[in-house]
């Protein structure tokens, strides 16, 4: 039930750019990995949902180093 109320708020933050929208879907990753990769036994073993997770944080974290970069080299 967590999850079904965070999800919208983070799809929403995200689509708005705000800050917060990457806490929240970063608060949702969590979770659901913690689901899946601690409790297997009650949730069951969705490695595809981790994986995707992860790479999505990956991608996002490229991306802030890309901007982060490239504002430096502005700033020079």
């Known amino acids: 039930m967590t999850l079904a109320v965070l999800f919208p708020f983070a799809a929403s933050g995200l689509w708005m750019l705000a800050s917060w929208?990457?806490?929240i879907w970063f608060i949702c990753a969590a979770i659901e990995t913690t689901m899946y990769v601690g409790f297997p036994e009650l949730f069951g073993t969705r490695i595809e949902v981790v994986v995707s997770h992860a790479l999505v944080a990956l991608i996002y974290a490229a991306f802030r180093l890309v901007f982060y970069i490239r504002a430096r080299k502005?700033?020079?």
Do not use: K, P
Request: proline share 0%.
């Open 21 to 23: 929208g990457f806490v």
């Open 74 to 76: 502005q700033e020079d």
